[in-house]
């Protein structure tokens, strides 16, 4: 089945360590998204693709950054993970940017827990 | 400014009783996505309105797009256990090239 897959499902770092999570597709969408989620809140737009074109939120912490090689994968980057970051990252895909006929598919997620 | 205002924040309610989550903006939407969120996995869509007024059904999910099309609703009849997750919506606004969601509803359906 197409699906998105993140890995790992859940990561343990260290204050400050550098950690990347990834995430892959196999839908072919022209969009991939960054999103973090805390505890039962709303995901929270990170950054996105839009194929090549990087387009990262007004608010995202320059402590965040992506990668996109390809159509198929695209990697979170925390730089020097505060304790404030812990969370759920969630990946996901459309087909387009907007409208009705490209919802978001999500991958399960990262659950990122700094120590 | 939070664009969608979701209500309740959460629910807990009894196997067998109806309920329903309300969806609401002071902006227009071109459509409204409603996910399920069940706890540690991603969203999953459950269904898009397009249409003011429109109304579409999923088994025991009813969703209804408001007329002016800048509120929506999701009724749940006779919830189950199985129903327990957090609700999403979310749209596309004018201006906004991005999805926006609302805070979400927790719901908990217990035996």
């Known amino acids: 089945d197409a699906m998105v897959i993140q890995n790992p499902r859940y990561q343990v770092t260290q204050f400050g360590k550098p950690v990347t999570l990834s995430c892959s597709q196999t839908?072919?969408?022209?969009?991939m998204y960054w999103y973090q989620q805390k505890s039962s809140q709303a995901p929270k737009l990170l950054f996105h693709?839009?194929?090549?074109?990087?387009?990262n939120e007004a608010d995202t912490p320059d402590n965040f950054q992506s990668r996109r090689p390809n159509t198929s994968f695209c990697f979170l980057d925390i730089r020097s993970p505060g304790l404030g970051d812990a969370a759920m990252y969630l990946c996901a895909t459309s087909r387009e940017g907007r409208g009705a006929d490209s919802p978001l598919h999500f991958g399960n997620g990262t659950r990122l827990t700094v120590t | 400014t939070q664009l969608l205002e979701q209500s309740p924040q959460f629910l807990s309610i009894q196997e067998g009783e109806n309920l329903t989550v309300y969806c609401n903006s002071s902006?227009?939407?071109?459509?409204l996505q409603w996910y399920r969120q069940e706890p540690g996995e991603g969203p999953v869509l459950l269904v898009t309105?397009?249409?003011?007024?429109e109304v579409k059904k999923l088994k025991r999910l009813t969703f209804q797009f408001g007329d002016a099309r800048k509120d929506s609703s999701l009724h749940i009849t006779a919830a189950q256990p199985g129903d327990t997750g957090l609700y999403l919506c979310a749209g596309y606004s004018s201006g906004y090239s991005t999805l926006t969601f609302g805070k979400g509803t927790m719901l908990l359906v217990s035996p």
């Open positions: 902006s227009v939407f071109s459509s």
């Open positions: 693709y839009y194929d090549k074109d990087f387009n």
């Open positions: 309105v397009v249409t003011g007024g």
């Open positions: 839908l072919n969408h022209n969009v």
